[in-house]
């Protein structure tokens, strides 16, 4: 039987290819703004990365490692959502774009907050 994926490690896949698939077009990120295509999608894989480990982690034996790790992706979604914010102030993407990144950089960090809390409480 295939291992069955958390609710929140699909949704950080989806996260990271949704913010590939935007940066990687360069009439909407010219190449000026390398910098800033390259915070974006490193954040990306970091949120899928943090969780991917917590997730792997075992709550009693490792739970400080896994709550360091929450917390990582938490801090995460903050930078990416700054980064989302900035370019928009930047006119690099519309309203639109900005609204559906940001539900999904939110709906990733209440997913680990809820998740992070559960844990503490273990």
């Not at 390398?34 to 970091?46: C, E, T």
């Not at 993407?93 to 809820?114: F, H, L, P, R």
Request: net charge positive.
């Amino acid at each position: 039987m295939a291992e069955q994926k958390l609710d929140i490690i699909v949704k950080a896949i989806k996260l990271m290819e949704y913010s590939m698939t935007v940066t990687s077009n360069r009439k909407r990120y010219p190449i000026k703004y390398i910098q800033l295509v390259k915070r974006i999608q490193n954040k990306s894989m970091d949120i899928y990365e943090f969780l991917l480990e917590a997730n792997r982690l075992n709550v009693v034996s490792s739970k400080s490692g896994r709550l360091e790790l929450q917390t990582k992706a938490i801090t995460s979604c903050d930078k990416l959502s700054c980064f989302v914010e900035m370019s928009m102030n930047l006119n690099i993407i519309g309203s639109n774009t900005v609204e559906n990144w940001q539900k999904q950089i939110n709906d990733i960090k209440y997913m680990t907050i809820a998740w992070r809390q559960k844990d503490k409480t273990r």
